[in-house]
């Protein structure tokens, strides 16, 4: 069976900074795969690379057997991505920046209507459709990037953080959406967290990254256990990473302000 991911030799550099150092692994169809690592371990790099944000500069990507260097915009046609950023129009209501995301993935034009419909049912928003999507709450925003990412029925779900400064309901209530559309539609997932407990109960495998290399990889519970007896993923974290986080990648600290700006607009 052809991989959903498979990553072989990646190298990307800042300048002198190397941000991701000789990558390889492999996500099967199917999985949902969280890709973990403190701040600058390469995640977001990596995620940009394989959805085509960034060009190739080493190694070689391929989503379901298609080049993201030869093949761009047939690899995009297959993805989902929720950024850390907010990614809404806050002066279009919920249901034209989902139609906007519909047009944006060329979705039929007879079909375009019902694939609306059908992901704000999914995420739970049809009865707030109408409204601003400035109004919504930070959960809200979370499943109507959801319901935007699922409108062309991606074959690949990259979430990048997609809980960052929600609260313990909001949380669960993204996750939930996603295992049922992974559920449903055989939808592989990749995705970043810092929430160890998020990675441990919904990820079938991880990748630990630090400092652009592929640090530990395997199912939570064979990671933990690895680790010693009544281990948690996050003391395998820590063991693979140290106490000390890295300044970021390229664009630390305004991508930390940018993340914080997110966090207190969903807060």
Request: aromatic content about 4%; glycine content about 10%.
């Amino acid at each position: 069976m052809t991989a959903a991911i498979d990553i072989r030799a990646l190298g990307y550099s800042f300048g002198s900074h190397v941000a991701v150092d000789d990558l390889t692994l492999e996500v099967e169809a199917g999985e949902c795969f969280g890709l973990l690592g403190p701040n600058g371990a390469g995640k977001t790099t990596t995620i940009r690379l394989l959805n085509t944000l960034l060009p190739l500069q080493s190694g070689e990507v391929e989503i379901f057997g298609r080049s993201v260097r030869t093949d761009a915009m047939l690899v995009r046609r297959l993805l989902g991505y929720v950024p850390q950023q907010l990614s809404i129009e806050g002066a279009l209501t919920g249901r034209e920046n989902v139609e906007w995301f519909a047009r944006l993935f060329d979705v039929p034009r007879r079909e375009r209507s019902a694939r609306v419909d059908e992901v704000l049912e999914m995420v739970d928003l049809r009865a707030d459709e109408s409204r601003l999507a400035s109004t919504y709450s930070g959960g809200m925003v979370r499943r109507l990037e959801l319901a935007q990412a699922l409108v062309n029925r991606p074959a690949l779900l990259v979430l990048d953080e997609p809980t960052v400064g929600l609260d313990p309901v909001a949380r669960d209530s993204v996750w939930q959406r996603v295992a049922q559309m992974q559920r449903d539609h055989g939808m592989t997932v990749l995705l970043t967290t810092h929430y160890m407990e998020e990675a441990d109960e919904l990820c079938d495998r991880v990748a630990l990254m630090h400092r652009g290399r592929l640090r530990a990889l395997g199912s939570p519970t064979e990671l933990k256990a690895a680790a010693g007896t009544g281990a948690s993923l996050e003391d395998v974290f820590r063991h693979h990473t140290g106490e000390a986080l890295d300044d970021g990648e390229k664009g630390g600290l305004s991508s930390v302000r940018a993340t914080r700006r997110t966090a207190r607009r969903l807060g």
